[in-house]
């Protein structure tokens, strides 16, 4: 301490002051390394103030122009001290910001951390970066007394300041040789991991590593017990640099850095707003899915910067669940950070943000889909699925996400578009047919696509668990209504006059009322085909109903879904189905033709992809036919 003369001076905090340190300190933060986050961070507030007022004050700085932030431990001491040679602190100035919170009043600022309090007790990471002078405070987190050693750039005085957040503080006259602020943290009992280069190291390279200043660590000690200072961040935000200064090759090598991935990413885009709100993102589209992508509690989102400051993980509010393989940052100016997660939900900045996230992804995916569509494919193949959730929860970006869809096809190899699928159609053609099933052979061999392949009509296929779920938002594509090839109302646009199918309805409904009767409750309804060619009979999704291999899905996840009973069609024209049509009208092959009704109904269950109800009473049946259709052979 200088002899200056001047004494020890103590100052009572306000009693609002009070409540707010004791929100900081035991409710606000959740995690208690933020100290040193947010301590770095108004070191480098520092430095950049003094490097502001060094341009109009020549001689401002001196000899002192290498600008530096240091961090050390003391075990001896039990302290932590983050040093900079910023632009100091008068002694007015140490009042006015460590002495009073919230300029604009500590009881409104103390009603807004009340109000914060219920989100950072469930864990939120709230944030209160450049808000109020409040980050400081946080050093009470892991300190039960701290000294702010000061020296103001152009004085020659230098200040102490001392706390321990309990009533109140001291200022005394202190030594320090050059401008700029120490931080010493006297650590409590339980904070002895703080003492750890290694674990101050690791927390500088977490949420400091791109902070444009030099953060310094003593070198790991000589033999002789001396060491030096030690850079131990990057010192530089890729994303801060122009574009045309970074290769591909480091573009690659921050993602791995980023993600951990051992591969390159598919594609990158690199984008600044600049305006009434400045940020910064860079985006990267994986080459390999994570393992835990579809499960409900996978983390999602991009790195959240402020002014190069590490402050989230996985901002999920930057980006959309249906884009969760996106990986990247983003680096705020002006994010206010101040508040929870929910209100951060509703901020304007916020959402900014997140709409050109999802504005430049989409441009990317769209470049890529038109430039290089084999990586495309290879990026469908993988996250296609994701996307396809996009449909269901973001409706105003249908018909973006629709121009990305890609689907097999009953008449082209690999993937198509849905663009792509309505240049091909032919004349008379008024629709987009699709159908689902669990897998392609299935769909090959399906009956219901019979008559659509008949007239030449393409069909894309969808086998993914959600494309169900997902069409049912998607209901046109250029003005051609989206048809299921499997449900109830089959429109074809034929021109057969409805009277002869009234008639044909008609003559067999002796027949189809037989079926209704054998298969009773198993079926909604039972009527001649307007779809089949080839196959006797077929089973159809009745309107609003669900794909059966759906409900397969959803009951294997443990989901009480009643079943949908279907529609049961046969096909007039068939050999198979004249032959029952004759032999119902005769007493004595009653119960014969009730069998055949039953293997047929199986038939159908069989073709759509879904287990036989009673799979030994249809072997039975299904062995009783072929003995008497082998008799019958050896009779001729």
């Known amino acids: 301490m200088s002899d200056t003369g001047e004494k020890i001076q103590e100052y009572k905090f306000e009693a609002e002051v009070s409540q707010v340190l004791s929100l900081v300190i035991n409710s606000l933060y959740s995690n208690k390394e933020i100290f040193l986050r947010e301590l770095v961070s108004n070191a480098a507030d520092a430095i950049d103030k003094v490097r502001f007022r060094a341009i109009s004050e020549k001689d ?141 190291k690791t927390l500088i390279n977490r949420y400091a590593d791109y902070v444009s200043h030099s953060i310094e660590l003593p070198s790991e000690e000589d033999e002789d017990g001396s060491s030096e200072w030690e850079q131990v961040n990057a010192a530089s935000a890729l994303w801060r640099r122009s574009t045309e200064d970074i290769s591909d090759e480091q573009y690659a090598e921050f993602y791995k850095h980023l993600t951990h991935d051992w591969q390159a990413p598919l594609r990158h885009t690199h984008f600044k707003l600049e305006g009434m709100q400045q940020f910064t993102g860079l985006l990267f589209l994986p080459s390999q899915p994570p393992f835990d992508m579809y499960t409900p509690e996978t983390e999602h989102g991009i790195r959240l910067y402020v002014k190069r400051v590490f402050i989230m993980e996985d901002c999920k509010e930057l980006l959309p669940r249906w884009l969760r393989f996106i990986r990247g940052v983003v680096d705020s100016d002006d994010l206010p950070l101040n508040v929870s997660r929910e209100t951060l939900q509703d901020s304007r900045a916020v959402r900014v943000i997140e709409k050109q996230v999802i504005k430049k992804t989409f441009a990317m995916l769209e470049e890529m889909a038109e430039d290089a569509p084999e990586d495309y494919e290879k990026f469908w193949e993988m996250f296609g699925r994701v996307l396809k959730e996009g449909l269901h929860y973001a409706p105003t970006h249908k018909a973006k996400l629709a121009k990305l869809m890609r689907y097999e096809s009953s008449t082209q190899e690999g993937l198509t578009s849905l663009a792509d699928y309505v240049e091909r159609m032919p004349e ?113 999704i009745p309107e609003g109903g669900m794909h059966a291999h759906i409900e397969r899905l959803l009951r294997a996840q443990d989901q009480d879904v009643p079943a949908t009973r279907r529609i049961l069609e046969v096909n007039p024209n068939h050999s198979l189905i004249k032959h029952l049509h004759e032999l119902e009208t005769r007493d004595s092959e009653k119960e014969r033709v009730a069998d055949w009704i039953e293997l047929l109904y199986d038939q159908a269950l069989v073709a759509e992809g879904s287990p036989v109800e009673n799979p030994g009473q249809f072997a039975k049946r299904l062995t009783t036919l072929m003995e008497k259709a082998a008799f019958s052979s050896l009779m001729k």
Request: with cysteine; proline share 2%; charged share 30%.
């Open 428 to 540: 008379g053609q008024n629709a987009i047919y699709y159908a689902l099933a669990p897998s392609r052979a299935l769909l090959e061999s399906s009956p219901h696509l019979e008559v659509l392949k008949k007239k030449g009509y393409e069909i894309l296929y969808m086998t993914d668990g959600v494309d169900e779920w997902a069409m049912q938002s998607l209901n046109e594509f250029d003005e051609k209504p989206m048809i299921s090839a499997l449900s109830e109302n089959l429109d074809l646009g034929d021109d057969e006059e409805s009277e002869e199918k009234e008639a044909r309805a008609k003559e067999f409904a002796s027949l189809t009322e037989r079926f209704s009767s054998v298969l009773d409750n198993r079926v909604k309804e039972v009527r001649v085909s307007e779809r089949l060619e080839d196959s006797p009979v077929c089973l159809v």
């Open 60 to 200: 401002l700085l001196g000899d002192d122009t290498d600008f530096r932030i240091r961090v050390s431990a003391d075990a001896d001491a039990r302290t932590v001290t983050i040093d900079d040679n910023g632009v100091g602190m008068t002694r007015e100035e140490l009042v006015e910001n460590l002495g009073t919170i919230a300029h604009s009043g500590s009881r409104a600022f103390l009603e807004q951390l009340k109000a914060m309090q219920d989100a950072a007790e469930s864990g939120q990471d709230v944030s209160l970066i450049g808000q109020f002078g409040v980050g400081f405070y946080s050093s009470f987190l892991i300190a039960d007394e701290v000294e702010v050693i000061t020296r103001a750039a152009g004085s020659d005085e230098a200040w102490c300041w001392k706390s321990n957040a309990s009533d109140g503080y001291t200022i005394e006259p202190a030594d320090r040789a050059g401008r700029g602020t120490s931080v010493v943290l006297h650590l409590k009992e339980d904070q002895d991991e703080y003492l750890n280069r290694w674990r101050l």
